[in-house]
């Protein structure tokens, strides 16, 4: 850490924004914040940036870090990340080109099978394009998830049963982004791992296995966020070479990403082992998510790991953030415009 203590240090905490998750990332910032000033961090301020004064403040603040706590657009796609490189504010969590990559549902798919992490198939519907519902159900069957490519907390995710509902189903999720994601169901339990950077290696914390409600499709928005224990149990009860395996790919994905600080990625365990779905890079933060309960099982204070999280920001930001992910050339296109130099 910099040569000042915690408790003559400045801390931002971002959250808020512009994402259809603003009302979530305003509650884990809530609880970083409580977090932090448990961690004895002698200035914590919330700040968000969806607000006009946002810029004044963040430069006017002489913050030594800041604690991003945003989801979805602006949080974790590396805008917000590329307004605190140029401020030149150490920032907690991945960095521009990690986010973007991640953000991008089929963007980060491509960079796991480049790793050799098990994917569902999918196909990918740019924004304006021509879909034939009969070709795709006949490629990747009749049941089918459709989910916005960048989005996340389940916003715009519809289940499909064939043909007939492809096309709305499209529709509901290209309002939340463009392009969509078309993927084939997988059956089976469905995990989520988190990941953390311990001092001295990349540690995958507790599974947990999510617990589907009677008569739910999938683990949607609306019950994400109720009572914990009656949408999840930790640790997961399956096969132990799952349990494992899902670990193990945890760490590979968030290392194939580029991803700094934390992550968590959910997957469904088929007869034939983990598959992934997708990776968070800021996972949420409130008293019911996942990621803050597998911290307390693994036997760890939030409050530390949080504390955590603003080390590394001050040992390896700003200059580590714009290098932490080497995107292929042909991924490139599919990244965001502001990022490339691209109109």
């Given at each position: ?6 408790g ?11 994402s ?7 509650n884990s ?5 409580a ?11 919330m ?6 004064s ?45 986010s973007a ?8 798919k491509?960079?796991?099978?480049r ?32 989910k916005?490519?960048?989005?996340g ?29 078309v993927?084939?169901?997988?059956v ?61 790919l ?52 939030f ?15 700003p200059?580590?953030?714009l ?5 292929p ?11 490339w130099?691209?109109?």
């Open positions: 850490m910099a040569d000042k203590t915690r003559d240090m400045r801390i931002a905490v971002l959250a808020g924004g512009i259809d998750e603003r009302e979530i990332s305003r910032g809530k609880n970083v914040y977090a932090l000033v448990e961690a004895g961090f002698g200035t914590v301020e700040l968000d940036p969806a607000d006009d946002f810029i004044d403040q963040l430069r006017g603040g002489s913050f030594d870090v800041a604690f991003i706590a945003m989801h979805g657009k602006g949080g974790e796609d590396g805008q917000i990340q590329s307004v605190l490189e140029y401020c030149h504010i150490p920032y907690t969590g991945s960095g521009v080109i990690a990559c991640t953000a991008d549902k089929a963007v980060s491509a960079l796991y099978e790793a050799g992490i098990p994917v569902a198939r999918d196909c990918v519907v740019e924004a304006g394009s021509v879909v034939d519902p009969a070709a795709v159900v006949a490629d990747l069957g009749e049941e089918l998830f459709v916005p490519a960048v989005n907390s389940s916003y715009g995710v519809s289940f499909v049963h064939g043909a007939d509902e492809l096309l709305p189903a499209i529709e509901r999720a290209a309002e939340h982004g463009g392009k969509v994601l993927e084939q169901r997988l089976g339990t469905e995990i989520t791992v988190g990941v953390y950077d311990a001092p001295d290696w990349l540690r995958a914390l507790p599974v947990v296995e999510i617990r589907k409600q009677e008569n739910a499709e999938f683990y949607d928005l609306n019950v994400k966020y109720i009572d914990p224990s009656q949408v999840h149990r930790i640790p997961a009860q399956i096969a132990p070479e799952d349990y494992a395996r899902a670990q193990e945890a760490c590979r994905a968030h290392a194939a990403l580029g991803c700094t600080g934390f992550s968590r990625s959910d997957f469904i365990v088929t007869e034939n082992g983990p598959v992934i779905l997708e990776t968070n890079t800021i996972p949420g933060m409130t008293d019911t998510s996942l990621y803050p309960d597998e911290v307390r099982h693994a036997g760890m204070a409050s530390d790991v949080c504390a955590r999280l603003v080390e590394l920001a001050l040992d390896g930001a200059a580590h953030h290098d932490d992910a080497e995107v050339a042909d991924l490139a296109e599919s990244m965001y415009p502001q990022l130099g691209q109109k």
